[in-house]
């Protein structure tokens, strides 16, 4: 999401953030069920699963839960079947919004997603009304304390990631979506875990968000990433310092 270093204060404004565990837990089952029904139900052999084990690892879902859902999901169709989704549109200020869902329903997961767009003053648009607007990337993040910067970079680039920012206390390396896997393996090999591996839609423009347009665009991205076939939310603002220190108060 465009301006995310800013975007995690304003988040706490939320509450704890284990007021959010259970819905989170949720939404990494969904994707492990999806990597393990995709693929080969072995996380060694499967690197979309990798990934969502390792989300799971992040947000300390317990080791059981997890198994249990790979489990599951290879068993012999047994479980939800859940389809991948996703829905483009406009929020308020002509903000472009990306949403990705995994749901069993699509009508009532479109709906849901429509009427939250209403409510906050945007428009629901087809697919690929706003998407070329963004850049599929890998984005890998590694507490700056793990090494130092030319070490970093230097592994980075080795695995062939594009470029390594230095941000909040947190190194971001970015590469191309194709290269994801390679660029997070190679990484996870030399500096063990990552703090979080994705693949995010990047804007290549923002929009710069006043204090009101702001509280309703998050209110519309808080419904959102409420809702519990909503697996990520993208968005192209960027929010002053100033305006995000007025809404946490």
Known sequence: MAGHS??????????AQDARRARDFAKIIREITVAAKTGLPDPASNPRLRAAVAAARAVNMPKDNVDRAIKKAAGSGEGDNFHE??????????VAIIVEALTDNRNRTASDVRAAFNKYGG?????????????????????????????MFEAAIEAEAENVEVADGYYEITCPMENFFAVRDAL???????????????????????????????????????????????ANFDLPDEVAERLSV
């Open 85 to 94: 989704v996703r829905y483009e549109g406009y929020g308020t200020a002509g």
């Open 6 to 15: 800013k975007f995690k204060n304003i988040m706490h404004r939320k509450g």
């Open 123 to 151: 428009s629901l648009g087809e697919m690929n009304s706003v998407s070329f607007m963004f850049e599929r990337l890998g984005v890998i993040t590694y507490p700056e304390a793990i090494a130092d910067y030319d070490t």
């Open 188 to 234: 996870e090999a030399k500096f063990k875990d990552p703090e979080s591996a994705k693949i995010e839609w990047r804007p290549s423009n923002t929009v710069t968000l006043t204090e009101d347009n702001a509280q309703t665009l998050l209110k519309l991205i808080d419904t959102l990433e409420d809702h519990d076939d909503v697996q990520n939310v993208f």
